[in-house]
Nanobody
Framework: QVQLVESGGGLVQAGGSLRLSCAAS????????MAWHRQAPGKQRELVAA???????NYADSVKGRFAISRDNAKNTVYLQMNSLKPEDTGVYYC???????????????WGQGTQVTVSS
């Protein structure tokens, strides 16, 4: 089994910053793409940012220039640095990882439980 645990969420004023972390642990051989998604109440979950093993990144248009995704492969950890936060960034942020595990059945996408980010006006 592989587990992803997020941390770093909280309440912040508009214009402020937060850094989210997500650490993967378990029967991991390697991790390909890692990503952050978010979901506001009554809204669809959306991709915020993704990073591949080689370091290439993709961002939602709404966060380009404000958010930065990075990873530490030695720690199996992905980060999301969020700057210039806006109220519309509020939501539950979930990390996800495409994992190559020690078994074929364990090799799949895994999701964390989510961490709440609230941006006040």
């Amino acid at each position: 089994q592989v587990q992803l645990v997020e941390s770093g969420g909280g309440l912040v004023q508009a214009g402020g910053s937060l850094r989210l972390s997500c650490a993967a642990s378990g029967s991991i051989v390697s991790i390909n793409t890692m990503a952050w998604h978010r979901q506001a109440p009554g809204k669809q979950r959306e991709l915020v940012a993704a990073i591949i093993g080689g370091g290439g990144t993709n961002y939602a248009d709404s966060v380009k220039g404000r958010f930065a995704i990075s990873r530490d492969n030695a720690k199996n950890t992905v980060y999301l640095q969020m700057n210039s936060l806006k109220p519309e960034d509020t939501g539950v942020y979930y990390c996800a990882a495409a994992v190559i595990a020690t078994t074929i059945s364990g090799s799949r996408a895994y999701w964390g439980q989510g961490t709440q980010v609230t941006v006040s006006s």
